[in-house]
């Protein structure tokens, strides 16, 4: 009887429920949503060169991969609370190294912003496998991003515009809110996870789980649509506000047009209905086939720069699709014992990105001006148009109970 006067988060948490985890999603979606279209347009200021920020974005994102790959190893000795705990830091650390704003501490702020989104999306997908059963993982990821679709529809314009009030400005308010994530986090009290005995073995070798992921072809698909679904979106993010720039658009245009994109996440309840009354297949095929005519159309019409920004715009409703649906492959496909380590594989499809695109941008700069980039990525495309035909016909149909009439 007298656990009834415990103040209640004093008392011992019950399991997450799927609004929990949207929360977190929401709150984190406000930290990177400020930050999105401030990035590029600091590090552009700093170095004056496309092709300098690419490489930039590329060693920020072999970083992050490492680091992410790490991550199941150093939770066998910091527990994941903890970890999750220095991502949100780690966010703290990039705020102050880019309100600093020199050549050598811009890059650095890039570099832990990329760690800190790579620790806390591990950690979170590890707690979203441990708590939330296979069959709702849709609506669970649907509603994450119900709940983040304000931060990131308001978000990148929000970030510009302070930006222009006073340049450490968007950094500030961002850092609020790496501290209030931090905070949510600890009073929703999501602990270590359900596996949190002491491990009997030796710890495992950070890298001895990609065989048993290599070895399972549904689970390197999921990986490979989120990987090209993010690369989209790295072109998106980071090279449609410089092309407004050198087209002569201003800096504003590129975060109002990601504002605008975002705000599609306010409808992917309904994409979610649709994948449920068609497929998974039919959806994920049927974004990247969207996104492949756009992009190329947005590349190859770039002597109209507004038509170049309506095309990319066009094509993003094909990018929060595949947000909708695109993670679905590899989510149903995880066995519950591998659910940490390959939630740190899944995790690493956001670092691969950041590697693959500002590489391969760097290549096609080397030739062609910056709206070939937006050509290659229309080509990627293609292949995932492809890829995507192999899904089975009917993964994401709800089938009928066999218990029942």
Not at 33 to 40: A, C, D
Not at 117 to 137: E, K, M, P, S
Request: with cysteine.
């Amino acid at each position: 009887m007298a656990t009834k006067y415990i103040p209640l988060f004093l008392q011992h948490a019950a399991t997450p429920r799927i609004e929990a985890f949207a929360a977190l999603a929401g709150l984190e979606a406000a930290v990177r949503g400020t930050l999105i279209s401030v990035m590029p347009l600091v590090v552009y200021d700093v170095v004056k060169d496309a092709a300098i920020v690419s490489r930039i974005y590329f060693i920020a994102g072999i970083a992050a991969l490492i680091w992410g790959l790490l991550i199941p190893w150093a939770t066998r000795t910091l527990p994941r609370r903890w970890m999750y705990t220095l991502g949100c830091a780690l966010y703290l650390v990039a705020m102050a190294l880019a309100v600093h704003g020199s050549a050598i501490t811009v890059p650095l702020a890039l570099i832990c912003s990329a760690l800190a989104t790579a620790t806390c999306f591990a950690c979170f997908n590890a707690y979203v496998l441990d708590y939330v059963a296979r069959a709702d993982l849709g609506r669970t990821q649907s509603l994450q991003m119900f709940y983040a679709a304000a931060p990131w529809a308001v978000g990148p314009m929000l970030g510009v515009w302070l930006r222009s009030l006073w340049e450490p400005l968007p950094f500030l308010v961002a850092g609020t809110f790496a501290v209030a994530l931090c905070a949510v986090f600890w009073v929703l009290r999501m602990g270590n996870g359900k596996q949190i005995q002491k491990a009997k073995g030796p710890a495992v070798n950070p890298l001895a789980y990609l065989g048993r992921f290599f070895r399972q072809p549904r689970l390197i698909a999921g990986w490979l649509f989120a990987v090209l679904r993010s690369c989209g979106w790295w072109v998106y993010v980071v090279y449609l506000p410089i092309f407004c720039i050198e087209a002569g658009l201003g800096d504003k245009v590129g975060g109002v047009a990601l504002s605008l994109s975002n705000a599609l996440l306010f409808v992917t309840p309904m994409l979610l209905r649709l994948v449920h009354r068609t497929s998974v297949r039919f959806a994920v095929r049927g974004a990247f086939a969207l996104c492949m005519v756009l992009f190329c159309a947005a590349g190859l019409l770039s002597h109209w720069p507004w038509v170049t920004v309506i095309c990319l715009m066009a094509g993003s409703f094909g990018l929060v699709m595949l947000d909708t649906a695109g993670g679905l492959p590899f989510m149903m496909s995880v066995k519950p014992s591998e659910r940490v380590e390959m939630a740190a594989v899944y995790s690493s499809f956001r670092d691969v990105s950041g590697i693959m695109t500002p590489g391969a941008a760097y290549i096609v700069l080397l030739f062609a001006p910056l709206a070939g980039v937006f050509t290659a990525s229309g080509l990627g495309f293609v292949a995932a148009w492809f890829m995507a035909g192999q899904l089975h016909p009917r993964l994401g149909v709800k089938r009928p109970s066999r218990g029942g009439a």
